[in-house]
């Protein structure tokens, strides 16, 4: 294989990443540069290498014509291997699809895209999240792209590893000019290597015509260099037959390859058979190839646009309406050459095109559903329908979390064309992404007034949805009484038959409705039919009244279907209210890995508070497993923005997290402190509702620092609350609370705790205890055994280190557990976790966005380490004890 003047170094940077892939550690690298720069040949010599080198190769080139249609780059990269890939996947659940796929290959694979930057949205997004997720799969990804603000945005997102090619030195294109054109005379030569200035096709080509027609092949040097070298092509065209150059047009504009549909194209245009003969002359003059699959490529993509440039608007129009024929047993492609061929506004196109994305959404196929009814939108005649198409657009952006683009949407829509109840969505739309403070009573109080005029307008189901939108917001901006008053006013005239009016009622008023809406969630939680949205919407309704089981049922039923789906938008909100149940239970080690899956996707798609709000449930986590540096890291992050956005209530979780962090060094007087700040109403940090969560630990705080007198008119308050609210949270809290202030643990221990792991061993650890200093250690033993099991299974270390403490004081020496599970990384406890609990590879891949060999090789690792060999023996050392 000859070597490419001046690339030595990126040679070898490729070849190194495909040794790297056939040993097992895939990886995926950005080739950047200006047009012409070298990258097309750098990615064929990385394919003939890979070929080379015993691996499968796939290859696609982006084509413009095809950017609005979803998949469709992924679609031909992948048409060799005639996957099944469900058509209405995201592009999250298609990117492990699709690395499961090439995973599953006996050879390692090669993905080579060329002219990523003109990639549909939907192939970008699978392919760059297929690249970050290549952990030990024998797979290489190598995307070319030209320079650009557009791909600068989007690799500013895709965070993939990238080598920028520079202009060759002058020493180097010489060497490359003299290759290709060896008689120049010195002024010819000199020139062109002034106006190529180090661009290797610019050399080539300009070098080329030169040597044809001497000076006058060369255009004003005024002219960029692109365009220079694309006039260059045209010229090459303009001396083809009048037929092959019309199948380059066609096939400039086609958003497949195959050289049938180019010339049936041909046919509808001419009104004549065409053979394929007529290509023949185009690949002579080698500005195409046409392979043994009858795929059409072009020699370099500056030869496709310079055939559109040149091409006549009414001509483009032309072609794409013979495709459009020709492609009518493809619906999907028909439709969008249909589209490219409106010469302006068509109100049927546009319904015809919307009726696509309703059939696309019912499917979950959003990224399909958005390019359709975006398209919609340029082609609808009437305001009104653009406008509710506009809003449409901006829903489904919203299931896609992503933010800047729903900011994009929301200034392009006319409000004045909209319904009163559509205006009203669209207000708060506005509201939720300004990213401002929206804990102000007046503020909240709005929304109430925007939901009431949905309901006036007769649109219960957008009224509900608004409603519930809200909800969660008004429960953490700790609302007076009467802005509660008006919101459970206009939610009771919502439609009583629909699940979740009860979910709004106790979010905007637990204690009123918590225990209404208790009973209502208990006879939900084994609903299958439930929307997975509004199952999520239910996970926070029980969490906000302290049903933490209920809670982590519902949210992590929902995070299922919504992998599954794709919907990562919702899922990292389900995934946080999951690891807010289960840190509100004491289960550290379940909790942090749900944490910090919902940060990396909160943060891959845009939604910043959410991963703040994860942050704090990884702080929580952090806390109870005695990893107080980081809880209190997490902890100073969230108080940052929550205090710059003036979103005060939400400090409580900080707080929280401080006083856990306290407690489990032992500094009780510290701990006691922090947590007051929630129940002091006089405080920032106060929370009329999120303190009946915390009541357990204040109560431990009070105890071991001895402010049992502050903790009584707090218990005292909180009574007739738990009465009416029947808040689960509270009702052991309470419990835990008044065994320490009268010293009657056994009375807290009877009642019903299965739901409450930690905090019956932390009753079993102070009852013991109690004992012990009563003189009574042969009763104190079973509850600290116990105590001290159980916080051992749910991560719990500093609590279980002092049930041993209190052990070793009785006489009894307990041997802690050898850490090899706190030892390992958030990600391996998560797959450790899943395949105790029976999931395949395949289904821990799907869970967590790994391929399957991933997963493999992560066990592989994993079993050494905590000295095991199978799954059962996994799921022998995770399952914890019976209580004593």
């Not at 290759?179 to 002034?194: F, N, Q």
């Not at 009431?452 to 008004?474: F, I, N, Y």
């Not at 899956?597 to 704090?616: D, K, N, R, T």
């Amino acid at each position: 294989m000859s070597d490419i003047v001046g690339r030595a170094a990126p040679v070898g940077v490729i070849e190194a990443l495909l040794d790297d892939a056939i040993a097992g550690q895939g990886s995926a690298l950005v080739l950047r540069g200006e047009a012409g720069i070298g990258k097309s040949v750098l990615l064929d010599r990385a394919i003939g290498t890979a070929r080379g080198r015993g691996m499968r190769v796939l290859r696609v080139a982006g084509v413009q014509a095809e950017g609005q249609i979803p998949y469709a780059g992924l679609d031909h990269l992948l048409r060799p291997l005639r996957p099944v890939v469900a058509a209405a996947s995201s592009p999250y659940r298609r990117a492990i699809d699709v690395l499961d796929l090439l995973s599953r290959r006996e050879e390692p694979v090669l993905l080579a895209i060329e002219d990523a930057h003109w990639l549909d949205d939907a192939t970008w997004e699978t392919l760059t999240l297929l690249c970050r997720r290549i952990e030990s799969d024998r797979v290489a990804v190598v995307m070319a792209v030209r320079d650009g603000e557009d791909i600068d945005r989007r690799l500013s997102v895709a965070a993939l590893r990238e080598l920028r090619l520079e202009p060759l030195s002058p020493e180097d294109a010489g060497t490359l000019l003299d290759r290709t054109a060896p008689d120049l005379l010195a002024a010819l030569r000199a020139r062109v290597l002034d106006e190529a200035a180090g661009n290797p096709l610019g050399l080539v080509e300009l070098g080329s015509a030169a040597a044809r027609s001497g000076s006058a092949a060369l255009l004003p040097s005024s002219l960029p260099l692109t365009t220079r070298v694309e006039q260059t092509f045209g010229g090459l065209v303009a001396d083809l037959p009048p037929l092959t150059r019309d199948l380059l047009l066609i096939a400039a504009l086609n958003d497949g390859a195959n050289l049938d549909e180019t010339l049936a194209a041909a046919r509808v245009m001419t009104g004549a058979p065409v053979p394929a003969e007529a290509i023949q002359p185009a690949v002579t003059a080698r500005l195409v190839t046409v392979d043994e699959q009858y795929d059409l490529r072009f020699r370099h993509p500056l030869l496709r646009s310079a055939l559109r440039q040149q091409a006549p608007p009414g001509r483009r129009r032309r072609v794409h309406a013979a495709l459009a024929e020709t492609l009518s047993g493809s619906p999907q492609r028909e439709v969008w050459h249909r589209a490219s061929a409106a010469s302006g506004p068509d109100e049927t196109l546009a319904r015809e095109l919307t009726k696509a994305a309703q059939r696309a959404a019912d499917g979950q196929a959003v990224s399909i559903a958005l390019a359709a009814v975006d398209r919609a939108v340029q082609l609808s005649q009437d305001p009104s329908e653009r406008a509710r198409r506009q809003l449409w657009a901006l829903h489904l952006t919203h299931e896609q979390g992503d933010i800047a683009g729903i900011r994009q949407r929301m200034g392009d829509i006319d409000e004045t064309a909209l319904r009163p109840a559509e205006r009203a969505r669209l207000a708060w739309i506005r509201d939720s992404y300004a990213g401002g403070a929206w804990t102000g009573p007046e503020r909240t109080l709005g929304y109430a007034d925007l939901v009431e005029s949905m309901l006036r307008a007769g649109d219960p189901e957008l009224a509900t949805q608004s409603m519930m939108d809200v909800a969660l917001r008004v429960w953490f901006s700790n609302v007076p009484p009467p802005i509660r008053d008006r919101f459970v006013e206009v939610t009771l005239r919502l439609p009583a038959d629909d699940p979740r009016r009860i979910g709004i009622l106790a979010l905007v008023a637990p204690v009123e409705y918590g225990a209404a809406g208790l009973d209502e969630m208990r006879r939900l939680v084994d609903r299958t039919d439930l929307p997975p949205t509004w199952r999520n919407e239910l996970a926070n309704a029980a969490r906000a009244v302290g049903a933490f089981d209920l809670a982590a049922t519902f949210a992590m039923s929902a995070a299922g279907e919504l992998r599954a789906q794709g919907r990562i938008g919702t899922l990292s909100q389900a995934l946080v209210a999951a690891a807010a149940a289960y840190a509100g239970m004491g289960d550290a080690r379940t909790a942090l890995p749900l944490a910090l899956e919902c940060i990396a996707l909160a943060e891959e798609v845009g939604q910043p508070m959410w991963a703040v709000g994860a942050g704090l449930m990884a702080a929580l986590a952090d806390a109870l497993r005695g990893d107080t540096v980081s809880a209190r890291q997490r902890a100073d992050v969230a108080e940052r923005v929550f205090s710059a956005a003036r979103r005060f209530p939400m400090l409580s979780g900080v707080q929280r997290a401080r006083g856990v962090a306290a407690l489990a060094e032992g500094h009780a007087e510290d701990a006691f402190r922090q947590l007051m700040r929630a129940f002091d109403p006089e405080d920032p940090a106060y929370h009329g509702h999120q303190r009946t969560l915390l009541l357990g630990h204040l109560a431990e705080a009070a105890m071991l620092g001895g402010f049992l007198d502050e903790l009584a008119p707090v218990v005292a308050e909180l009574e007739p609350i738990a009465a009416q609210s029947g808040s689960p949270a509270l009702r052991v809290g309470l419990g835990f609370a008044r065994a320490v202030l009268t010293g009657d643990y056994a009375a807290a221990l009877a009642g019903d705790l299965t739901a409450w792991p930690f905090d019956r061993a932390r009753l079993q650890l102070f009852h013991g205890a109690s004992l012990r200093r009563s003189y009574r250690a042969a009763e104190s033993r079973p509850l600290l055994r116990a105590a001290a099991d159980t916080f051992d299974a749910l991560g719990a270390a500093p609590w279980a280190d002092r049930a041993r403490a209190e052990l070793r004081a009785t006489g009894e020496a307990r041997r802690g557990p050898a850490g090899a599970i706190d030892a390992l990384t958030p990600q391996e406890q998560q797959i450790v976790r899943l395949a105790a609990d029976g999931l395949s590879n395949r289904e821990i891949g799907e869970r967590l966005f790994l391929s399957p060999r991933t997963v493999s090789t992560h066990l592989y690792r994993i079993y050494p380490k905590l000295n095991v060999r199978s799954r059962a023996e996994l799921a022998r050392i995770l399952d914890p004890p019976a209580p004593g």
